[in-house]
């Protein structure tokens, strides 16, 4: 048998081989996009007030404030959708005597909490306005009120405190945006005992006045039993994702990688992200914009290894909340928000 003949059959073996692989390795579908057209304000789910914070869980119902100021409710079918005329999904509570301004209420079984304190010492503006609050209070279901006080190197560059249980005590952990005068914004970790509000973890600030971080979301993002909750840093200027477990000695980085936004200077909207079980794996993975929040990603960290497991088409600014929704009733999530082509969007795995 000739060379030639050997090579051409050795070709024909190795091309069967890859069609039968093709057949056995599932091929990932591109995510579904369907659209509406309507200028979108804002993007709610029925639960308010919440957490704060992404977490895992899908909106069963969804509603948008249109530019005009009215609300409707997001119908969606197979292939389409619908608005529907609605009232606002739930009425803005009381505010809380002292408060901060532009502040919001969370609150879960166990606590209700809001910043207070207000300060203009750190004139940095990133929220909208140069105040800024310098005290986080909670209310207990027993009616008992505490207060944490900062001192005055440092301002909740924040607008609300977020409520996870981190460290699986069954207590939820106060988490908010702390930034030094001179050395910017860390995350700082708060825990409420005995004798009242105490730091219990914070990580480093990030080293120069006027950097920012954003929280994005708060899940077992790994498998391992442990709540992690992930950040950006500097989401306007280059966009570092890092995660973070607590642990005895504090706040450990587990993941780290550049490329993300989840705000936008100025912007009051803290919610550009959310916490979806994406690829059906059991394991809640994080989706969140690129870093020019014209493209919408969804990344997981399985096993401990960070991965992309979507990239959307890239198109208009994103410019409202993210939210994780199962609209269609199927099980399945989608990805609801608005864009600034006056684009509702929703998309499917």
């Known amino acids: 048998m000739s060379l030639a003949l050997l090579a051409l059959l050795a070709l024909l073996a190795l091309l069967a081989l890859l069609a039968l692989l093709a057949l056995l390795i599932p091929v990932r579908a591109e995510p579904a996009e369907t659209t509406h057209q309507a200028c979108v304000k804002s993007v709610a789910g029925a639960q308010v007030p919440g957490r704060g914070i992404a977490t895992p869980g899908l909106a069963k119902q969804a509603f948008i404030q249109r530019c005009n100021g009215t609300w409707a409710r997001v119908l969606a079918g197979r292939d389409r959708l619908s608005l529907k005329i609605s009232d606002r999904p739930a009425p803005p509570e009381t505010r809380i005597p ?16 809001w910043l207070s304190g207000t ?14 609050a310098s005290a986080i209070n909670v209310l207990t279901g027993e009616g008992r009120k505490f207060e944490f006080k900062i001192s005055q190197r440092s301002v909740f560059e924040d607008l609300r405190v977020r409520l996870i249980d981190l460290n699986g005590d069954e207590k939820e952990e ?7 005068l001179d050395a910017g914004a860390s995350l700082s970790v708060f825990a409420l005992g005995a004798d009242g509000i105490n730091l219990l973890a914070e990580t480093p600030p990030i080293g120069l006045s006027y950097r920012w971080l954003n929280p994005a979301g708060a899940a077992d993002s ?7 909750i992930a950040i950006v840093e500097t989401p306007h200027i280059g966009g570092i994702l890092r995660v973070y477990q607590l642990g005895p000695d ?7 990688a550049s490329g993300f ?22 394991i809640p993975d994080l989706a969140l914009p690129d870093a020019s929040r014209r493209r919408l990603l969804v990344v997981g960290f399985a096993d401990g290894r960070f991965s992309y497991l979507s990239k959307m088409t890239r198109g208009a600014e994103i410019t409202t909340r993210i939210l994780a929704t199962d609209l269609d009733g199927d099980g399945k ?11 509702l969007v929703l998309i499917r795995p």
Not at 333 to 339: D, I, K, Q, S, V
């Open 98 to 113: 002292g408060m901060l301004p532009d502040g919001e209420i969370t609150q879960t079984r166990l606590f209700k909490t």
């Open 119 to 132: 300060t203009g010492i750190y004139r940095h503006g990133i929220l909208g306005d140069p105040i800024e």
């Open 174 to 180: 106060l988490v908010a945006i702390r930034s030094y």
């Open 222 to 228: 790994d498998g391992d039993g442990n709540i992690e």
């Open 250 to 256: 504090g706040l450990r980085q587990e993941h780290e």
């Open 261 to 282: 936004s989840n705000h936008r200077m100025g912007s009051r909207l803290l919610d550009m992200s959310a916490v979806v079980d994406w690829n059906g794996d059991g």
């Open 333 to 343: 999530p989608e990805l609801l928000h608005g864009r600034a082509d006056n684009t």
